[in-house]
């Protein structure tokens, strides 16, 4: 890290929490597992100190593209900005739109800022938005499930209305797609450049044309090695502080751990829990530890593997000990989850009390092994030969997550493998099917990139034309389907959340996903820095607008 003008011996918020622009909030443990008792912050102070090089190492490893609209990673929210801009407290503002909202029960509209520009400095206009938004509504993009109910033409669908207006007209009323608007799926990208480049935007040799905070240069990615980002000086929202922005790829948490610490890395967001006691030593830098949606999980990837069977799910979580996990995979930077919708994501919704008295209706994970057992043993599968479970190689977490689950199928006649793949082929898992062959069972760590309740669910439950993009198991119950479209079509709050806690009362003992913990998000930052976003809004926002010395 190379700084001008830097000052010494700043100190992190997480141990200010007075500071303006910090938000904390300490988390008291709560009855039945709750949160364990931490603070969480999620932003630091706005940098105030130009830096000439920060490097930041990017746990997932190494991205398959920079293309927003086929994927979702920590680089793109600072290249590229989305319509509506998801603030560290999980709260919606404009961004490159003013105003997104519905004015009838299908008709959206999008009225533009005028004075956004492209990085060659041409201005936004509603074509960009009407491309960019047209390729998110694509069957083979990610954000396609956002767009479910917009009018399948996308001639008619997305449409511009004016120099700085895009109107999006729907089949039927979407509770959801606002706040989808603050995601990724809503990137902008300029129309020419993508156009002109095809099918290789957001590759090494294709590059980007967005309107981010950093620019991606000619040469800027170096496969395998590094990419290389710098600001962009006529930013709209202000020139960043940080001239330079280099992300390495360093999966291994053990060796992330050591370069943080002493200096050789600049930055991580989403570090291993494992190595928090080297996080809370003597150091570079500070832990942070922020809100989250997150969770650890495992699923299904196959329709005809016995994965794809509710009762093995069921007996699988009966045979797991959440506390043995929480103290264990998570050390202590978690807490007991029910189902895959966290609570923090409905915490600030309108007919939150509908939403937790739902949640709170749910059984608790508990052991119960013999239960297990039978439920083992009436599946009717052929349990012949192993189950596989694909894991990221060199995360220590998940290398403990798999050990668990195959510790917990031994104990009830469930032969289970581990697969750990290098972290480039365990990213193509969720995007190309060839990836999956073999494999019955994925871990991830999940999350919602937006506020709702719907979004990260219908992923794993709805058929794929209403944007089950990860329902891989085939799962098909009506009575969910009809009432996750019920609430998603819903034109009032109480009734959209009485419909979800409806479909969830079903969707929940099936277990799509297999909730092992709810977690935060943990950041470590050199403590010459600041200005990062620490929540899971960094998914979502451009977590490093104001980064750079105190």
Not at 47 to 65: F, K, N, S
Request: proline content about 6%; overall charge negative; glycine content about 10%.
């Amino acid at each position: 890290m190379k700084r001008i003008g830097l000052l010494a011996g700043s100190v992190a918020c997480v141990a200010a929490l007075a500071l303006t622009g910090c938000t904390a909030d300490t988390e008291a443990a709560t009855e039945g597992g709750g949160f364990a008792d931490v603070t969480l912050v999620d932003a630091l102070p706005a940098a105030t100190q130009p830096v000439d090089e920060v490097t930041w190492a990017i746990v997932e490893g190494e991205p398959a593209t920079l293309n927003p609209a086929s994927s979702a990673n920590l680089i793109i929210p600072n290249l590229c900005d989305n319509l509506l801009t998801l603030q560290p407290d999980f709260s919606i503002e404009p961004g490159v739109a003013t105003s997104a909202e519905f004015v009838d029960p299908v008709t959206f509209v999008i009225t533009l800022r005028d004075d956004v520009t492209f990085w060659d400095g041409t201005p936004v206009t509603a074509e960009d938005v009407v491309f960019s938004l047209r390729q998110s509504m694509n069957p083979l993009s990610q954000w396609y499930g956002a767009f479910a109910l917009v009018v399948p033409d996308a001639e008619a669908g997305i449409v511009a209305t004016g120099p700085h207006e895009v109107t999006v007209n729907f089949v039927a009323p979407d509770s959801t797609f606002r706040d989808a608007l603050a995601g990724q799926g809503s990137a902008v990208m300029q129309k020419a450049f993508g156009e002109a480049v095809g099918d290789a935007v957001g590759t090494p040799d294709g590059g980007l044309m967005c309107t981010g905070p950093y620019k991606l240069e000619d040469g800027g990615w170096v496969p395998g090695s590094e990419i290389t980002t710098t600001a962009n000086e006529d930013y709209w929202g202000g020139a960043p502080l940080v001239d330079t922005l280099t992300y390495t790829f360093v999966s291994d948490g053990s060796t992330l751990a050591t370069a943080l610490t002493q200096g050789e890395i600049d930055g991580a967001i989403n570090v291993s829990p494992a190595s928090r006691a080297v996080f809370e030593g003597d150091g570079a830098g500070t832990l942070v530890v922020g809100p989250s949606t997150a969770s650890y999980s495992f699923g299904p990837v196959s329709a005809t593997s016995a994965a794809a069977n509710p009762s093995i799910r069921q007996a699988l979580s009966l045979a797991i000990d959440r506390q043995q996990y929480l103290d264990t995979v998570v050390n202590g930077l978690g807490y007991v989850q029910k189902t895959i919708v966290p609570e923090f994501s409905f915490q600030s919704m309108d007919g939150a009390s509908i939403y937790q008295a739902g949640y709170d209706a749910l059984e608790a994970p508990e052991v119960d092994i013999e239960t297990a057992k039978q439920l083992v043993e009436e599946s009717g599968e052929d349990l012949s030969t192993p189950l596989v479970i694909a894991v990221p190689a060199g995360s220590t977490e998940f290398q403990q997550t798999a050990a668990i689950i195959q510790s917990a199928g031994a104990q009830i006649g469930l032969d289970i493998e581990i697969d750990a793949m290098q972290a480039s082929d365990f990213g193509a898992l969720f995007y190309d099917p060839s990836y999956r062959e073999g494999i019955d069972f994925v871990a991830t760590q999940g999350y919602l990139e937006t506020p709702g309740v719907l979004g990260y669910p219908s992923l794993f439950l709805l058929p794929a034309e209403l944007g089950g993009v990860f329902n891989w198991s085939g799962y098909a119950n009506a009575e969910v389907t009809a009432h996750m479209q019920a609430a998603r079509t819903a034109t009032d709050a109480e009734t959209a959340a009485n419909e979800f806690v409806a479909a969830q009362e079903i969707f929940a003992p099936d277990m799509l996903q297999v909730t092992l913990a709810g977690t935060y998000q943990l950041t470590y930052l050199n403590s010459d820095l600041t200005g990062v976003t620490t929540s899971i809004a960094a998914y979502s926002s451009p977590w490093a607008l104001h980064l750079g010395g105190e």
